[in-house]
């Protein structure tokens, strides 16, 4: 059973930074790419980023590049989203999700991740 669990959310300032953290477990944990969406009260779910696990490739959505830096320590098993110069709308829910490790389709969407975790709040007040 592959668990991700999200770490680093909190209540922040505008301008501030955050980092983020998710791990994942699990005997048989393998993966094409990790990545993050986010979702705020009302709207969809939102791609953020995403990183592929051999080759280290990065993706971001229009909203965040130039401001958040995905990364990745594979002897941990695990991802991070550095979060700097927050917004007030970047406030959602975090979620980090895994690809199956045979995946190699497009990143950019929900449907290409199979292992989700359960998300952290992020609050970026004005």
């Known amino acids: 059973q592959v668990q991700l669990v999200e770490s680093g959310g909190g209540l922040v300032q505008a301008g501030d930074s955050l980092r983020l953290s998710c791990a994942a477990s699990g005997r048989t944990f393998s993966t094409a790419a990790m990545g993050w969406f986010r979702q705020a009260p009302g709207k969809e779910r939102e791609f953020v980023s995403t990183?592929?696990?051999?080759?280290?490739?990065?993706y971001y959505g229009d909203s965040v590049k130039g401001r958040f830096t995905i990364s990745r320590d594979n002897a941990k098993n695990t991802i991070y989203l550095q979060m700097n110069s927050l917004k007030p709308e970047d406030t959602a829910v975090y979620y980090c999700?895994?690809?199956?490790?045979?995946?190699?389709?497009?990143?950019?969407?929900?449907?290409?991740?199979?292992?989700w975790g359960q998300g952290t709040q992020v609050t970026v007040s004005s």
């Open positions: 999700a895994a690809t199956r490790n045979y995946y190699t389709g497009s990143l950019n969407y929900a449907g290409a991740y199979y292992h």
């Open positions: 990183i592929g696990w051999i080759n280290s490739n990065t």
